[in-house]
Antibody, heavy 123, light 108 residues
Framework: QVQLQQWGAGLLKPSETLSLTCGVF????????WSWVRQAPGKGLEWIGE???????NHNPSLKSRVTISVDKSKNQFSLSLTSVTAADTAVYYC?????????????????WGQGTLVTVSS | SYELTQPPSVSVSPGQTAKITCSGD??????AYWYQQKSGQAPALVIY???RRPSGIPQRFSGSSSGTTATLTISGAQVEDEADYYC???????????FGGGTKLTVL
């Protein structure tokens, strides 16, 4: 059973950079999309972005160019960087493993999740 | 940007059938997925590719899709099924993933 374990700073000041890392244990790192999803307090889920094990990525256009998702195959880890954070970025951030199927394009869906990390942005 | 629309809440009595809908323009061509999220927990997949059920998910959970609407059905809902349910899919470009706004299911 694959396990995703995530870590990173939980308290940031406005304009700082959010950095989270997710480690993949007891499972293959190849042939999956590695993704990030967040959930603001009391709100719904929001897809942030994804990266394949080969480095192909997509991200939510609403986050513009603030998002970078990278992968380190040698460590079975992937990371999220979100620059210039504001209070609106306060949320629980989840990493997730994405399985994929080609149906009129590549469809990615999540079958395993990390435990979530609460990131608070406050001055 | 692409949107998936769900009702904010659905309420049923134990043993009744709960239906949660999800509307989106790309659903005729893209699969719908359903996630259950209980309070304080990470989401869990309950239906994938419109109607397929992951191992370990009770048979009372089923999915269907017709036109621009996908539906999650819980036949004989139980108190432990109380949770937020999110539909999920991909836009027509195939590059961007979207969650619906979520539906709070109350069973009492």
């Amino acid at each position: 059973q694959v396990q995703l374990q995530q870590w990173g700073a939980g308290l940031l000041k406005p304009s700082e950079t959010l950095s989270l890392t997710c480690g993949v244990f007891n499972g293959s790192f190849t042939n999956y999309y590695w993704s990030w999803v967040r959930q603001a307090p009391g709100k719904g889920l929001e897809w942030i972005g994804e990266i394949s094990d080969s480095g192909k990525g997509n991200h939510n256009p609403s986050l513009k160019s603030r998002v970078t998702i990278s992968v380190d195959k040698s460590k079975n880890q992937f990371s999220l960087s979100l620059t210039s954070v504001t209070a609106a970025d306060t949320a629980v951030y989840y990493c997730a493993r994405g399985r994929w199927v080609v149906v009129g394009g590549t469809v990615v869906w999540f079958d395993s999740w990390g435990q979530g990390t609460l990131v608070t942005v406050s001055s | 940007s692409y949107e998936l629309t769900q009702p904010p809440s659905v309420s049923v009595s134990p043993g009744q059938t709960a239906k949660i809908t999800c509307s989106g323009d790309a659903l005729p061509k893209k699969y719908a997925y359903w996630y259950q999220q209980k309070s304080g927990q990470a989401p869990a997949l309950v239906i994938y590719e419109d109607r397929r059920r992951p191992s370990g998910i009770p048979q009372r959970f089923s999915g269907s899709s017709s036109g621009t609407t996908a539906t999650l059905t819980i036949s004989g809902a139980q108190v432990e099924d109380e949770a937020d349910y999110y539909c999920y899919s991909t836009d027509n470009s195939g590059n961007h993933r979207v969650f619906g706004g979520g539906t709070k299911l109350t069973v009492l």
